[in-house]
């Protein structure tokens, strides 16, 4: 739980992003590794089904691989089907790490189970909203990167908004560019920090696979080998990426809300009806 319910600056921010991170590592990472290593077995299956003819490594750790014409169009036909299926994957591991991250900040104890029921539910929602944000950040890109940047605040907290708001996706959207836009600045900041920290360790297994690479591993060893150093990566770095964004969530509903009144109101609400049920107990049983 984040006791101290107030405005946060970026460094407090991820700062309570990593206490709710670690409180509920196990749950996040469990989360995430069921979601994440068979979409990683059926990426790396797709790309073995279309190998180039040889490869060479980058410094990155990543295969450069070198086609004929046939196998450059099986190549790019795999990496449309991967990118569309990590979208959703994505989107799946940051809507359940949502629901705990928001489970442990306003001190609520909900089963995992109720959590995978609840994002289910909300599922078709999420993936919709999802691949309309990514379709937004891929035209920014041609903007000079600007509209790239905007549509990453702009929608932020689209999935928080859907999975704790119980939101459609357009009106999850319009709720995120209204909670975001007095605070551009401050969500892009947070973003683009949270994306650093996790691109680190992400970049730590690269050079992992770049020395392995290095050591004259064939085509099939190194897609094996990257899609085991992406399975870690990702298991690890999208729960802290989604508890950021809840941490920014609720600290901008804090600014904009007073949301900080609101829950505080509603855990004296409840301390005060469990002690008014515990005396009425007590005069019972006597």
Avoid at 99 to 122: H, K
Avoid at 237 to 259: H, K, N, Q, S
Avoid at 261 to 267: D, E
Wanted: aromatic content about 8%; proline content about 2%; charged content about 10%.
């Amino acid at each position: 739980m984040v006791a101290d319910l107030r405005p946060r600056g970026i460094g407090e921010i991820l700062d309570a992003a990593v206490t709710l991170y670690r409180a509920r590592f196990t749950r996040l990472i469990l989360a995430a590794a069921v979601v994440v290593v068979p979409v990683q077995i059926l990426s790396t299956l797709v790309f073995l089904s279309a190998q180039p003819d040889s490869f060479s490594p980058n410094l990155a750790g990543t295969a450069t691989p070198q086609f004929n014409n046939q196998s450059a169009a099986l190549q790019l036909g795999a990496l449309v089907i991967v990118l569309l299926v990590s979208v959703v994957s994505t989107a799946f591991v940051v809507a359940l790490s949502t629901r705990v991250v928001a489970d442990a900040y306003t001190d609520q104890g909900e089963a995992m189970g109720a959590a995978v029921r609840l994002v289910g539910r909300r599922f078709l929602a999420v993936v919709g909203a999802s691949l309309i944000v990514a379709l937004c950040e891929i035209a920014g890109i041609f903007l000079c990167g600007i509209g790239y940047l905007i549509a990453l605040a702009f929608f932020a907290v689209t999935v928080p908004v859907i999975i704790l708001e119980g939101a459609s996706v357009f009106t999850a959207l319009g709720r995120s560019t209204t909670l975001t836009r007095s605070h551009l600045f401050r969500v892009l900041g947070l973003l683009l920090m949270s994306q650093l920290l996790t691109s680190v360790l992400t970049f730590s297994f690269a050079i992992a696979v770049n020395i392995w690479l290095n050591h004259g591993a064939s085509a099939t060893a190194a897609v094996i080998t990257q899609g085991l150093g992406n399975t870690v990566a990702q298991c690890l770095t999208t729960p802290f990426a989604a508890t950021a964004v809840v941490v920014m969530y609720f600290d901008l509903r804090i600014r904009t809300e007073g949301f900080d009144v609101q829950l505080t109101m509603q855990r004296n609400d409840a301390r005060h009806a469990a002690l008014h049920a515990a005396a009425g107990a007590v005069r019972t049983a006597s």
